[in-house]
């Protein structure tokens, strides 16, 4: 296994690591007075999250049950099963192996892997989670034994940085006139949901604007 | 009991929702319109990915604020093809400019 590719996927996810940094600062504020010290570094161990995180946490601050918590962030979550799908052919070995490198896979590495013909970078994939795993669960300590003190990431502008990111990766991906017109059917979906659907639906929803790719001549 | 409880089943149900793909393709190379499905897929989670990011409330709702204007910023210097770091700070930076006159 080269180990350049990987490199590169940990430049390419840097810029990442400072806002990823100050939201899980914010998550880890927000969920030690509703979990405690332990249970929010666990969660962003094992479950490494962020909008489902959130998502979670706002449903067991509020006394709701686990199934509730559970539901609410798996749904965040959700968009992960069409982003595995289209990137599982760049994963390597047996299934055990190949379930372990999908685990990887998080919005700005599957979005920063992406070629923009339907195939991905393992190696891009795989080292852009690093910096922002590393990002998440250092950010949540500090959180946790920080308290509020620093807990509102949207006085620097960071919360901002994520839809930028995501602008600049999509221009990139606005190639051919299919590329941009799921992207403005895809657009308008989401923001046709947003007021009306839970969380995560919107974003799952508006990848159905792919399918146009079955539609059109080429 | 009941934290310890969502933690452990979102993250089962995280690591199987992204395990499922992977391990149900195999390394079989998609067919030629699941591929031009597959190339479709990135263009549309971004698109509706910055949207839901500039305008979500975090629960149900719209809410526009000083993220529109990050994001204005941010087009502007993509535009002129500044590099990502620089996309990036100037997105963060008109925001945070925006909310300390507000």
């Given amino acids: ?218 | 009991m009941r934290v310890w409880l969502a933690i452990a089943a979102l993250a089962l149900g995280t690591a199987a929702i992204k395990s499922a793909g992977p391990v149900a393709l195999g390394r079989q190379e998609p067919s030629a319109r699941l591929s031009r499905v597959i190339a479709l897929l990135a263009p549309s989670l971004l698109a509706a990915l910055v949207v839901y990011e500039t305008v979500h409330t975090g629960t149900r709702g719209l809410l526009f604020d000083a993220r529109l204007v990050g994001l204005a910023a941010a087009s502007l210097a993509i535009y002129v093809r500044l590099p990502l770091i620089v996309v990036i700070a100037l997105a963060a930076g008109a925001t945070a400019a925006v909310r300390s006159f507000a």
């Fill in chain 1, 1 to 218: 296994m080269s180990s350049s590719p990987i490199r590169a996927g940990v430049r390419a996810g840097l810029p990442l690591a400072l806002p990823v940094f100050a939201l899980a600062v914010s998550f880890g504020a927000l969920a030690e007075p509703a979990m405690g010290r332990l249970a929010p570094i666990v969660m962003s161990a094992i479950v490494f999250g962020g909008a489902a995180q959130f998502a979670s946490l706002s449903v067991l601050a509020a006394g709701g049950t686990a199934a509730a918590a559970v539901a609410a962030g798996l749904l965040m979550n959700a968009r992960f099963l069409p982003m595995g799908f289209a990137a599982a052919s760049a994963f390597t070995g047996g299934k055990a192996s190949r379930a372990a490198q999908g685990q990887a896979v998080v919005d700005a590495s599957w979005a920063i892997a992406s070629r923009g013909d339907g195939s991905f970078d393992r190696g891009l994939l795989l080292g852009a989670t690093i910096p922002q795993a590393v990002g998440w669960l250092g950010g949540t300590v500090v959180g946790v034994l920080a308290g509020s003190a620093i807990s509102d990431p949207g006085r620097f502008g960071l919360d901002a940085i994520f839809p930028a990111f995501y602008l600049a990766l999509l221009v990139a991906e606005l190639r051919t006139r299919d590329a941009r017109a799921a992207a403005a059917l895809a657009a308008l979906i989401a923001l046709a949901l947003i007021p009306i659907a839970p969380g995560g639906l919107p974003v799952i929803a508006a990848s159905a604007a792919a399918l146009i790719a079955l539609r059109s001549p080429r």
